[in-house]
């Protein structure tokens, strides 16, 4: 079982819907939490990140931390076709210098 | 530029050659990481350092596959006598202490 799971889709929906991505974890000890948005043959940025629990928001997005269910989301508003794309999460322990990535999400937005 | 830079962006290999992937991290980072990332997954760590340690080799997924920085700097990845899994893209990041990874746009590696 990898330490990191995430559904690959792909995920398509109209512009303008709410999108949600998840990743489930099993290690207890990541306390970092990132979203990451990778384009086709590029390499991925971060998008946001979140320590231990709790929301986050900036913008039309919205990054989710429940550690007592060990489940991350990440919501975007008011999707558009620019947001298609890759989106990965990524988790580490206090350390920071070992980051566990899910399989990625792919998400296509129609216009 | 002030990105992280990597080269070649794309290398095609026979089995069994060697290959020397490099990546020039942004400026002053400490911090150094490299990833293998397969068709349809995720990065996967391979590797770090901060300046020239070597602090985790870990997820280096054989003695073929070995990387140095030897002056905190530009690092390479090199792979010995190259074989089809180890077929990817090679992601290269950089980071100052404790902070965010800025990637490259990686190597893809193609091996015949």
């Not at chain 1, 970092?32 to 979140?50: H, N």
């Not at chain 1, 919205?62 to 060990?70: N, R």
């Not at chain 1, 989106?87 to 999400?105: D, P, R, V």
């Amino acid at each position: 079982q990898k330490e990191v799971e995430q559904d690959p889709g792909p995920l398509s929906v109209p512009e303008g819907a709410i999108v949600s991505l998840n990743c489930t974890y099993s290690n207890s000890a990541f306390q970092y939490f990132m979203w990451y948005r990778q384009y086709s043959r590029k390499g991925p940025e971060l998008l946001m990140y979140t320590y231990s629990s709790g929301n986050k928001e900036d913008g039309r997005f919205t990054a989710q931390v429940d550690k007592s269910s060990k489940y991350i989301s990440l919501f975007i508003r008011d999707s558009q076709p620019s947001d298609s794309a890759t989106y990965l999460c990524a988790m580490s322990g206090y350390n920071f210098n070992k980051f566990y990535f899910g399989s990625g999400t792919k998400l296509n937005v129609k216009p | 530029g002030a990105g992280v830079s990597q080269s070649p962006r794309y290398k095609v290999a026979k089995r069994g050659q060697d290959v020397a992937l490099r990546c020039d991290p942004i400026s002053g980072h400490v911090s150094l990481f490299w990833y293998q990332q397969a068709l349809g997954q995720g990065p996967e760590f391979l590797t770090y350092f901060q300046n020239e340690a070597q602090l985790d080799k870990s997820g280096l997924p054989s003695d073929r596959f070995f990387a140095e920085r030897p002056e905190g700097s530009v690092s390479t990845l090199k792979i010995q006598r190259t074989q089809q899994e180890d077929s990817a893209v090679y992601l290269c990041a950089s980071s100052a202490l404790m902070d965010e990874q800025f990637f490259g746009p990686g190597t893809r590696l193609t091996v015949l």
